[in-house]
């Protein structure tokens, strides 16, 4: 809270210095001494930042290269009562004699580098981490004499303008006084903070350069020594098993590869044939189980009298439907001139009563809550996520086959293990 109070105290005159209203106090040579320790400030986080992923980027460069020997070593493990695979397959014949090898070198290269990362870490990532903590508390030191020299600015400015005032009230009188008090206080730790910085920052400006310097060159000797180690483990293992005189890795890569891409693009496994819908109508169909057209056509036969429409009666045949006899109506009596004869004739005959309404459908909906996410993989399934309820249109008593529902709108067949149907 008192760090906010002063804040906003030195607000106003923040803003006047900048638009050049206010007088703003300068020192040359600790400005000088700011602007070195700002660039050793910079050296330090980025020897910090690129040491540390340097050591990270190795320690996963070993981690993968071990696991992609070990990945190696499986694909060209026999399989099953298979032997003699170098003679089935020639072109590969020096990867599978020497794949056991590689991988011992890929360990082995692991556990020679793990004491030189361990060596940069406490040689080089440690150190400049505290170098770096010990720059953020200067740093801080720094902006405690920036505050103070704005709080000396400000209280200098506000003395100068009641001196330079002609006439004095009393009440200026009494701000003078305490403005002079505010001044000296200001003054005093302005100086303090600023004589400290002059007189230690050049000697720590001298000690950080020696010891970034030695620093530095023994990071640079460490990263040729993993460098070093790991070509030579490499290079031991390709010698006279490869050609290492060509360059165009992209060319050899699409040599040896041939027409095997190719090869796999046109096997049956890798592509679907037939979309699932079809499959589960072709495999109904085979089966004699209703398919989902037949479905909804004996549904659709089979429904209730709000389904039907006027003009679809029309077309259709008509079936009998169910009307209470209509009253018969005499014809009135030859004209009298009676008051009876009158009311007989002119009265009209009552209207008919209104059809009896359709009986409600009692065909209640099925429902199903997905239990498991599903994607459609073909044109024609029905994608959902967990928690969401599916109609279901059509279903079979085994869950494991393929039911249809329909969701949002959209009609599609899914799986019936991912699904629970709701009691």
Not at 13 to 29: A, F, Q, V, W, Y
Not at 37 to 47: D, R, V
Not at 92 to 99: G, R, S
Request: include cysteine.
């Amino acid at each position: 809270m008192k760090g906010f109070t002063k804040a906003l105290q030195r607000t106003p005159h923040n803003l006047t210095s900048r638009i050049g209203m206010s007088k703003k106090s300068t020192d040359p040579e600790f400005n000088d001494y700011e602007r070195k320790f700002a660039a050793i400030e910079q050296a330090c986080e980025k020897m910090l930042k690129d040491s540390t992923v340097f050591r990270d980027s190795v320690s996963n460069l070993l981690s993968s290269g071990s696991s992609f020997s070990a990945s190696l070593a499986t694909l060209f493990s026999p399989m099953g009562a298979e032997y003699n695979l170098a003679s089935k397959h020639p072109q590969a014949e020096v990867t599978v004699k020497n794949i056991s090898v590689y991988q011992g070198i890929m360990e082995e290269m692991r556990e020679t580098l793990l004491p030189e990362l361990e060596l940069i870490d406490s040689r080089i990532v440690q150190p400049c981490k505290e170098l770096n903590d010990i720059t953020k508390k200067i740093r801080k030191t720094i902006t405690k004499r920036e505050h103070k020299l704005i709080d000396y600015d400000r209280h200098n400015n506000s003395l100068n303008k009641l001196r330079e005032k002609k006439e004095k009230s009393l009440s200026d009188e009494k701000n003078l006084f305490k403005v002079e008090q505010d001044y000296e206080i200001a003054s005093g730790e302005y100086e303090h903070y600023n004589n400290l910085l002059k007189t230690e920052l050049p000697h720590f400006l001298g000690m950080a350069t020696r010891f970034i310097d030695p620093m530095f060159h023994s990071f640079y000797y460490m990263q040729l020594n993993v460098f070093y180690i790991i070509q030579e483990k490499l290079q031991s293992f390709a010698d006279g098993k490869y050609d290492l005189s060509r360059k165009d890795i992209e060319s050899i890569y699409l040599e040896q590869r041939g027409d095997t891409a190719e090869q796999i693009e046109e096997m049956a496994i890798v592509k679907r044939i037939t979309s699932t819908a079809k499959m589960l109508h072709a495999h109904r169909s085979a089966s004699g189980t209703p398919t989902r057209a037949g479905s909804i056509a004996s549904r659709t036969t089979s429904g209730s009298y709000l389904d039907r429409k006027d003009s679809y009666s029309s077309s259709a045949p008509k079936k009998e439907v169910f009307s209470p006899p209509s009253r018969t109506v005499a014809a009135p009596p030859p004209y009298t001139s009676t008051n009876s004869s009158a009311s007989i004739g002119t009265k009209k005959a009552p209207p008919p009563p209104p059809p009896l309404k359709p009986k409600p459908s009692f065909n209640r909906a099925v429902y199903a809550t997905a239990i498991f996410d599903f994607e459609a993989q073909a044109e024609g399934d029905l994608s959902f996520r967990a928690g969401d309820r599916i109609e279901i249109i059509e279903k079979t008593e085994n869950p494991d086959e393929w039911w249809t529902g329909k969701l949002n709108g959209a009609t599609g067949v899914f799986p019936g293990t991912y699904t629970q149907v709701d009691a």
